[in-house]
Every structure is written in structure tokens, then in C-alpha cells.
């Protein structure tokens, strides 16, 4: 059985997720994310390296960190999982520059009941100044923690690049176009940008669909809009996608925010 609930309050997205056979496709998110482990195993790949999460595991991604997602065995896991826009985050924590988690897992009771009780609070329907102080709470908790700078900042041409497959978002992705801006062979890019990024410009591309579909879902309440401004065939195929982002199809996920 796999079971995936989203609540949103105060900018902050929660899920509450069950998980026995479902795998997440390799992807990134724009947030800033902490969850728990409350049962089983979480096993992931991130940058790269293999993670185990285990119970009361805290769990750290930065953004547009390149990361899957299983259970570890068929037991499966439970687990909750808070999501926070990065100007959101940095202003709590004042900060003016993206910073890092230095490390994908940690066991730290503070930490964990700070995640639980902000994420508890925004599946139940608290009031919103409620979970946004809860969410003051959780940030005093990470004090302790040393940040590291940004040392994964985009080169020119990466950033380029991103720019013009954000540029193209309702359209199929035109590789050859992109590759004459940058003066590059398509095999070139290809590589250079998986070495840089941690996924391939498709499934970057791909993904700023996704995303792109969810905030329009969250802004404007239909579904079928934002098919269209993203340049899906249809809502099978927004469907499928969404699903092997966030566990839970589009149509699912817009049910959640009534």
C-alpha cells in the first residue's frame, strides 16, 4: 500500500507518506526539504551517494539536489516530509545567500520533534500563525547547525542554459537549439550538465514542468490550465509525470488543497 497526503499552510508544504513498493524517479525539488523517518528504512541515492535513513532519522535536502526515494525492504516506511520556498527559509534563518546542510541525515531529538510538530500541526488544520510559529521553533532548533556557502553555484553556462529551458516550459524540449546557443555538441551538453547538475537536461527539464503544473494547480485551482501551459498531451500524461515526483497524481494532489 502507498499512501501520500499534502497539506500546505504559512508557504510551507507537509507530506505524510506511506510507502511499501513505490520508488521515486531521480529528481530534484526548487525547496528547501527536512523530514522524519518514523518507521522502516528510507534508502536513497543523493548527489550521487547511497543514504539510509532509519527510524527518528532526520533527513536534510538542499535545493535542486538530485535525489530517488524506496522503502529499504517490503516492509516498508512512514515517514513526513516539510518543503519551504528558499526565500522563506533564508529569511527566518537570516541569511542572505543560499547555504547547505552539511550533512543528508542526522538523529537529533530536538530537530525531529520540531519537523513533527510543525508538520502535525499543518495536517491537522491549525491556524495558520500557529504553524508559522511552530516553523520559528523548528528554525531556533537548527542555531547549532554550520551551514556551508553555496559551493555548487551554476557556472555561466549552466545558468544559461537553465534560463533557456525555463524559457520553454509549454514546448518539448528543443536540445539542438540550446546547444547551438551555447556552441556546444548535444553529447557535450548532455554530459557537461549531468556532471554539473546531477541530472540529465531532460529530466531537469522534466522536472520544472512538474513543478511549474503544481504551483499553477496551488495558484489558480485547475487542473487543466496548467496542463496546457506546461505542455502536456493530456492529464494521463501530467498524471504519470506528477506521480513520480510526489507520489500522488496531479488530480490527487489539487484534492488535497480543497
Do not use: W
Not at 499543518?122 to 553555496?150: M, N, P, R, W
Not at 548532455?190 to 527539464?205: A, H
Not at 487542473?223 to 492529464?235: E, K, P, R, T
Amino acid at each position: 500500500m502507498n499512501k501520500f497526503i499534502y497539506r500546505k499552510s504559512a508557504g510551507i508544504t507537509v507530506l505524510s507518506a506511506n510507502m511499501t513498493d513505490f520508488t521515486y524517479k531521480k529528481h530534484a525539488h526548487q525547496e528547501y526539504a527536512m523530514g522524519v523517518t518514523l518507521r522502516g528504512i528510507q534508502k536513497y541515492n543523493l548527489d550521487g551517494t547511497l543514504q539510509l535513513s532509519h527510524q527518528n532519522g532526520v533527513m536534510f535536502f538542499n535545493p535542486e539536489q538530485a535525489h530517488d526515494g524506496m522503502a529499504q525492504d517490503k516492509t516498508g516506511l512512514d515517514y513526513v516530509m516539510i518543503y519551504i520556498d528558499p526565500q522563506l527559509f533564508l529569511e527566518v534563518i537570516e541569511k542572505k545567500d543560499i547555504v547547505r546542510f552539511p550533512k543528508p541525515v542526522v538523529y537529533d531529538d530536538r530537530l525531529k520533534q520540531g519537523i513533527l510538530n510543525l508538520s502535525y500541526a499543518i495536517l491537522s488544520g491549525k491556524d495558520e500563525a500557529i504553524c508559522s510559529e511552530l516553523f520559528v521553533s523548528l528554525t531556533d532548533s537548527l542555531v547549532q547547525t554550520k551551514f556551508s556557502t553555496d559551493n555548487k553555484k551554476d557556472t555561466a553556462l549552466i545558468h544559461k542554459a537553465k534560463n533557456m529551458l525555463h524559457a520553454n516550459l509549454e514546448q518539448v524540449l528543443k536540445l539542438d537549439e540550446i546547444c547551438n546557443e551555447l556552441h556546444l555538441s548535444k553529447f557535450k551538453f548532455i554530459r557537461f550538465f549531468k556532471e554539473n547538475t546531477g541530472i540529465s537536461p531532460y529530466q531537469y527539464f522534466l522536472n520544472c514542468k512538474i513543478e511549474l503544473a503544481k504551483q499553477l494547480i496551488e495558484k489558480n485551482r485547475d487542473i487543466y490550465s496548467a496542463v496546457a501551459a506546461c505542455g502536456f498531451v493530456d492529464l494521463t500524461h501530467l498524471n504519470k509525470h506528477f506521480k513520480s515526483v510526489y507520489g500522488t497524481t496531479a488530480f490527487e494532489y489539487m484534492s488535497y488543497l480543497n
